[in-house]
């Protein structure tokens, strides 16, 4: 401060000289104050800083070097500039002054020239002093201020899940780095500040500057970029970087926020796989077959190949997994798909369409043989048992081919046709292969059409029932009658069960048709009963699927219990088939069904594979062999044996055998000599109307029934009434 009004303090024990020196001063304008010993002028020092001390050396018990010593040691004080008045006119005085911490000296007697020079001087050395001590405070503060401002900075940064990485884009390397990145890339700070992202795998060097100077040029002020990073210890981690170019000076500074997405990347890998692989064979599944088929046939338009889709369904599985579980059928599910994989070619495809239904994609350059090849390899790959779970399992597979571009070009169509000739392949007696033809086009439209028209038929109660009588071969009577549904189809005439059961059974239709046949059965031994023709027992064929999709139990007692008539007039014919399916419970409805007194009958026997031990565990009354071993009997010495064995077997399990498809006096005179207690067939009648029947039956009442000899020939005349 070089302002007049500077307070200046003047210490000297001699009152005298102060007065004198402060004379000397206030002329100038300063303001003095006067302190005649040390500890007096410590004291007003402390109160009130002076800007200037002019200090006596000499005086009693603190003299001049010993107060400087103490103002310069004290921070608060040290910066006030002292003049030391001595008059002591040695060098060494003087000297020692200085080495005390004052500024300056002035000898006695007192130059007023000399001395206001000095004291501005000193002032202004003092205001600029001041200044400097005040910018460096303030300096000093906003240093602080800044580092506590970097240091959260940093805190956040560290914190944060993500990696933050500055790249000085000239140099190409490190600036700065978070925790997270160092932890991410396995390297130190001090080590990344030493590399750059060409280091870690983010991109050949010219690359990644191309980059660079695209975010920066502002092609996409954010820039999001999915790679691959490698770690220092080789090992790559994916992950996400949003770039950000920022200036600094003339400097670009790429700002990279890094996230691990190597999860996520998993987790999408994971939904991509099971939306499109099935789980349990790992084969794609009938979405990603599609793409591939559609993929594969687009190629081959532009190769000119041929492709062929192989539809490939198991025969029989239903059974493996009913008679020995899921978890074999899982097995076997798993095994099936090993073979086929084996049986392809490495750029062919298989895949699974769900359930046993499986499909190959072939690509060929020459012909159909290929496919043929393909189909030929597995029917010989499953030639071969499988071993699930301690159990032998043979199984065979109907294969229905179609190719690409002889059928049609389209992924759907040629499934949908290669499908169709598997079922071709299947109605051909299954472990085969069929191509597509046109005619199979034919035949499923005609089938879809039967089909609506069965749906119809339901609707419009088209159904009929004929009866074919069976024979009590002892009495030569009609003991029972089949039930035999007939459809009076609408511009077709009365169509054969053969044709539409099938179609029923694969819609699911049976179920209901199959409960209208037992309600009319039912319904009809009621109105005998009430009639002249009186009790008699009606047998009504039964599909699997109404023991597992319908309620059969409900269906019977219902329609015993609405028409009122005891259950031993009803029969139910099962094949062996459908006894297998759901087999716990099958056995436990037919257990209730036959405690009501219903009668339970085998129907087709002899063309299954179960064993008479295991068809012990169902309540059966009644064996009824198969027209196939009935056909030939007379002349087939195999059929006859079988023949003869089921009726000893079937008597040897206190069961009654009756014999369908009988049709010539040689097939009856055999069965009746070896015991056989029914049969039914063309010979004696085909299934006829109600009308017809009840005139046979009225008719044959009135006939006396004389018990018949055990003579063919009286057996002919005695039944061809
Ligand atoms: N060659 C020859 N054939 C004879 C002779 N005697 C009878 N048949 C025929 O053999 C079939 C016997 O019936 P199925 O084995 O139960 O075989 C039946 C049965 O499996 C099924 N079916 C018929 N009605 C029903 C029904 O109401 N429900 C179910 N689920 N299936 C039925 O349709 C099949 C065929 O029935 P249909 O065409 O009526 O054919 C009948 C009958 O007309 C003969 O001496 N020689």
């Known amino acids: 401060m070089t302002s007049p009004n500077a307070t200046i303090l003047i210490v000297d024990d001699e009152p005298q000289n102060c007065k004198l020196l402060s004379a000397m001063l206030k002329p100038e304008g300063y303001l003095t104050i006067c302190a005649n010993s040390g500890l007096q002028a410590l ?63 002035l000898s006695k007697p007192i130059d007023r020239t000399e001395m206001w020079l000095r004291i501005r001087n000193l002032l202004r050395l003092k205001a600029f002093d001041d200044f400097l001590q005040n910018h460096n405070a303030l300096l000093e503060q906003q240093i602080q201020e800044r580092t506590a401002d970097l240091k959260r900075f940093r805190l956040a940064m560290d914190a944060t899940t993500d990696a933050i990485t500055l790249v000085d ?57 999915e790679t691959q990073l490698r770690r220092k210890d080789g090992s790559e981690i994916q992950v996400e970087i949003y770039r950000h170019a920022q200036r600094s000076g003339n400097e670009w500074i790429i700002v990279g926020v890094i996230r691990d997405i190597t999860e996520r990347k998993e987790a999408e890998r994971r939904m991509h796989h099971l939306a499109h692989y099935d789980p349990l064979t790992g084969l794609p599944n009938r979405t990603l077959f599609y793409e591939m088929l559609r993929k594969t046939l687009t190629q081959a338009i532009e190769s000119k190949w041929l492709v062929a889709v192989l539809f490939v369904d198991m025969d029989h599985f239903k059974n493996v997994n009913d008679t020995l579980g899921h978890m074999v059928g899982d097995e076997l599910l798993i095994e099936f798909s090993n073979r086929l994989v084996q049986c392809v070619r490495i750029r062919d495809t298989v895949g699974r369409m769900g359930g ?42 109907s294969i229905g081919i179609t190719l690409h571009p002889n059928d049609a070009s389209d992924a759907q169509t040629l499934l949908k046709y290669a499908d169709t000739a598997m079922y071709r392949a299947k109605h051909a007696g299954r472990d085969t292969y069929r ?93 005998w009963r009430q009639s002249s023709v009186g009790a008699l027992q009606i047998s009504v064929n039964v599909s699997g699927q109404q023991f597992v999709e319908g309620d059969l139990d409900g269906d019977v007692i219902s329609a015993l219990t609405e028409n ?45 594979y179960s064993s008479l031990a295991y068809l012990r565990r169902f309540p059966i009354d009644k064996l009824k062999i198969d027209i196939a071993f009935i056909r030939d009997i007379t002349h087939n010495a195999d059929d006859a044996a079988l023949a003869l064995t089921i009726i000893r077997m079937a008597h040897g399990l206190k069961m009654e055998v009756i014999a369908e498809g009988v049709e010539t006096i040689g097939q009856l005179a055999y069965l ?20 017809e029947l009840e005139k046979m039956l009225l008719s044959a009442k009135r006939m006396a029934a004389p018990a018949l000899p055990w003579n063919m020939y009286t057996v002919q005349s005695a039944l061809s009434v």
């Open 564 to 608: 009122d008539i005891p259950p031993h007039l009803l029969e139910l014919e099962l094949t062996e088939s459908s006894m297998m399916v759901n087999t716990e419970r099958t056995i436990a409805i037919l257990d209730k069904l036959k405690k009501l007194g219903v009668q339970i009958s085998i129907d087709d026997f002899g063309t299954g």
């Open 435 to 527: 191509f597509f033809t046109a005619q199979m086009n034919v035949d499923v439209l005609a089938r879809l059409e039967m089909e609506k028209a069965l749906r119809k038929a339901i609707e419009n109660e088209e159904f009929e029932l004929y009866y074919q009588p069976k024979v009590y071969l002892k009495t030569g009577r009609i003991t029972g009658v089949e039930a035999l549904i007939r459809w009076n189809r609408p511009g077709h005439g009365m169509v054969s069960p053969q044709f539409f059961i099938p179609v029923l059974e694969d819609t699911g239709l049976i179920v209901r048709v199959g409960s209208w046949v037992i309600a009319t059965a039912c319904k009809q031994i009621a109105l």
């Open 672 to 691: 009746r000599h070896y015991r056989c207690d029914h049969i039914q067939g063309y010979y004696f009648s085909p299934p006829v109307t109600v009308t």
């Open 43 to 105: 004291s007003l020092i402390a109160s009130n800083p002076p800007d200037l001390i002019l200090l006596d050396i000499m005086m009693p018990e603190m003299d001049g070097y010993q107060m400087t010593a103490i103002l310069k040691a004290d921070p608060s004080t040290a910066n006030i500039p002292i003049i030391m008045v001595t008059a002591l006119s040695d060098q060494s005085a003087c000297l020692a002054g200085l080495k005390a911490g004052a500024e300056e000296f």
């Open 169 to 225: 884009r000239a140099t190409m390397h490190y600036v700065e780095v978070n925790a997270t990145a160092c932890n991410m890339l396995g390297y130190t700070r001090e080590e990344l500040l030493k590399i750059g992202p060409s280091h870690i795998g983010a991109g050949a060097p010219k690359e990644l500057a191309r980059e660079y100077d695209g975010v920066i040029n502002g092609h996409s002020k954010f820039e999001l970029k």
């Open 356 to 397: 046993d239904e499986f499909a190959l994609i072939l690509t060929m350059e020459d012909d159909e043989l290929g496919a043929t090849v393909v189909a030929n390899k597995i029917r010989d790959a499953l030639r071969e048992p499988f071993y699930l779970s301690g159990n032998e399992v043979t199984v065979t597979a």
